[in-house]
């Protein structure tokens, strides 16, 4: 098994579609995080969970909705995405250790999502 | 500008040292990580540098930190085929590597030529 595992790797869905994304890491880790990567632009952080919390929403419209049942496992549930909402979503975990030190983040291959 | 910023590509021919360079704007970035990104992949992390260090090396990878202007640099030995990917330069956002992500830069194409 590889660290973090993301299905599908591959996701064509219509802009009425209800669909989620899922991703498992088997590193251990206590901190799970979705980026976007567009094409042409940098790699942004959309949610952060530490300790299944929610810590960080970075003003991602409500139609990306996230959730962390434990912390292995992290989903990303899509409905009525635009266009624009295409993109490579990748997954990453990392180690949140005490006085704040982290190890640094490892991610999945992503999943690839166009919006039709 | 952006808080991370590399140039978008690097062509080197195989067998020469490149170098890819990264400006970061947050003075307390504790944390300077390079990644690569093949295509098709996910982004695998190569080496990262704790900010009170100016240089580490890693096999062919060496990277070198300079505080005081905020450049960071990556070179790679001995250019091969393989080292064919775009490179992330990220940095963490507060002091400790927080919890809270990494910001990263649009990533360098390196192109290798034969």
């Known amino acids: 098994e590889t660290g973090v595992t993301q299905t599908p790797r591959h996701l064509v869905m219509g802009m009425t579609n209800k669909k989620s994304l899922k991703c498992e890491q088997h590193?251990?880790?206590?901190?799970m995080y979705w980026y976007k990567q567009s094409a042409k632009k940098p790699l942004e952080l959309m949610f952060v969970?530490?300790?299944?919390?929610?810590?960080e929403n970075n003003s991602v419209p409500s139609r990306f909705s996230p959730e962390c049942p434990n912390s292995s496992h992290l989903f990303l549930h899509l409905h009525t995405l635009q266009p624009e909402d295409s993109a490579l979503y990748l997954c990453?975990?990392?180690?949140?250790?005490?006085?704040?030190?982290?190890?640094?983040?490892?991610f999945g291959n992503g999943t690839r999502l166009t919006v039709t | 500008g952006e808080d991370v910023e590399q140039s978008l590509f690097l062509s080197v021919r195989e067998g020469d040292s490149s170098v890819i360079n990264c400006t970061y704007t947050?003075?307390?970035?504790?944390?300077l990580y390079w990644y690569k990104q093949e295509p098709g992949a996910g982004l695998q992390l190569l080496t990262y540098?704790?900010?009170?260090?100016d240089m580490k090396q890693d096999q062919r990878l060496t990277v070198l930190l300079n505080k005081k202007d905020k450049h960071l640099s990556l070179r790679i030995a001995d250019t091969q085929t393989g080292d064919s990917a775009i490179y992330f330069c990220?940095?963490?956002?507060?002091?400790?590597?927080?919890?809270?992500?990494?910001?990263f830069g649009k990533g360098t194409h390196l192109i290798i030529q034969p």
């Open positions: 990453a975990s990392s180690q949140v250790g005490t006085g704040g030190r982290n190890s640094p983040l490892h």
């Open positions: 590193l251990g880790h206590n901190a």
């Open positions: 969970y530490n300790f299944k919390e929610q810590t």
């Open positions: 947050d003075s307390s970035s504790t944390y």
């Open positions: 540098i704790f900010s009170n260090m």
């Open positions: 990220a940095e963490s956002k507060g002091p400790g590597g927080g919890a809270d992500g990494l910001t």
